[in-house]
Structure formats: C-alpha cells, structure tokens
C-alpha cells in the first residue's frame, strides 16, 4: 500500500539551512506537498510539486523531487525561530485513490 | 480572504454520546475534506465531499458520517463516542477536487 516516510526530529540553529527529507512508495503519486503545523493549529500549505518537476523554489523554500527514487526533500534557507514546528510531506495520486497520505511529520526544532 | 473557520474548537464529551463537527470552507472552494490527528496514528483520511456528494471515503466504522450543504459547508458527525474517538478533526478544502488543500485548525476532541 502507499507509505509515506519521514525522519522524526532536526535540530538546527538560528540562520543555518534546515533539509527535511520524505520518502514515499507510491508510483503513481502525482501530487506532493509540504505542510507546517505549529502547537494548537491545523496545517499550513507550504508549497507543493507535480510530479514531472524536479525542483521548485518559493522565497526561503526549496522543494526537490527525485522520481526515481521516490524521494522529496525540503530545503529552508536561513532558519529562524518562527520555523520550529513540525513539517508533513503528503502525497496524492491524481486518479483513483485521491485522499492525501501523510508521512509522521519531523519535528523542526531551531536553537537561537 | 477568510480561511476554512471550524466549530468549535475544543469539545468534551462522554462515551455513548454523539457529536457534530462544522467546517465552512474558503469562499469559492467547492471540496472538503477531513482528516482525523492522533498521536498515534498520525493524519487519516476520514471523507471527501464535492457538490454535495461524497466522493471518497476512509477506513472509518460507519459511526463516522459526513454530509455537504450546498453552500459548500460541511459537517461531520461521530455517533457512539468511544474513547479513541479522542482526536484533532481537521477539515480541509480546496478549489476543485485536484487543487491543493487548505486546512483549518481543527477541533479538538476529548472522549472521557
């Protein structure tokens, strides 16, 4: 069945690059997205990719996509204290099954 | 523009009892979704709506039903509370059914 994979905790300091990386088994995914939730809320889009892009980038955000591996990543630039949260990647197929699967979502924590 | 508003937050019930949760959609959006957080779990896909009808549907026991108005609002509603009905339900919508979801920040359920 589909799986979505993501390591559980990064730590990083204040101004440095935070990568935060997710694997998925789906081969049929078309969809995949990064979203942020903070303490007490829902959760916050980020950004997303199609599946025939390798890379998208948006402000501080980087988003790469290697297909055959099943691999995306999300690359923060210059972290800042308001980035600690923890981060979902999701991934949807475009037929069929169409419900976004979750990863169990990393916990970003940033040291000042 | 208003984001997805849910009601309530926060609710407390008892075993046996039922409960109703609302969510009004982003203006214009015409799909909603919810989705169940626990920590043990993660984030399950509960249902999908689109006009009025459900378009997908989780692996959820018939207790857990669902229904859009069509003003786009949906509701969804638990009967036979158990205790590991206790969750964050989020609902999400988006502008067609292959567009982006956006959530609100959910209500939280405790079953005692």
């Known amino acids: 069945g589909e799986d979505v994979e993501q390591s559980l905790f990064l730590s990083v300091r204040e101004g440095d690059s935070s990568v935060i990386n997710c694997t998925y088994t789906d081969s049929s995914s078309t969809y995949l997205y990064w979203y942020k939730q903070e303490p007490g809320a829902g959760l916050q889009l980020l950004t997303y990719i199609f599946s025939n892009m390798d890379m998208k980038q948006d402000q501080r955000l980087t988003v790469l996509l290697n297909k055959k591996d099943k691999h995306l990543s999300l690359r923060i630039a210059d972290t800042q204290t308001g980035d600690s949260a923890i981060y979902f990647c999701a991934e949807r197929a475009d037929t069929g099954r169409r419900a976004l699967t979750f990863g169990s979502g990393t916990r970003l924590q940033v040291q000042p | 523009k208003a984001g997805v508003t849910q009601t309530p937050r926060y609710l407390i019930k008892t075993r046996g009892q039922q409960v109703t949760l609302s969510c009004s959609p982003i203006s214009g959006h015409r799909s909603v979704s919810w989705y169940q957080q626990t920590p043990g779990q993660g984030l399950q896909f509960l249902f999908e709506y689109f006009s009025e009808t459900q378009r997908n549907k989780g692996n959820f026991p018939g207790r857990f039903s669902g229904r859009q108005f069509s003003n786009s609002r949906s509701e969804m509603n638990v009967s036979t509370l158990e205790l590991g009905d206790s969750a964050l339900y989020l609902c999400?919508?988006?502008?067609?059914?292959?567009?982006?979801?956006?959530f609100g920040n959910g209500t939280r359920l405790t079953v005692t």
């Open positions: 999400a919508s988006s502008l067609e059914v292959n567009s982006p979801l956006h």
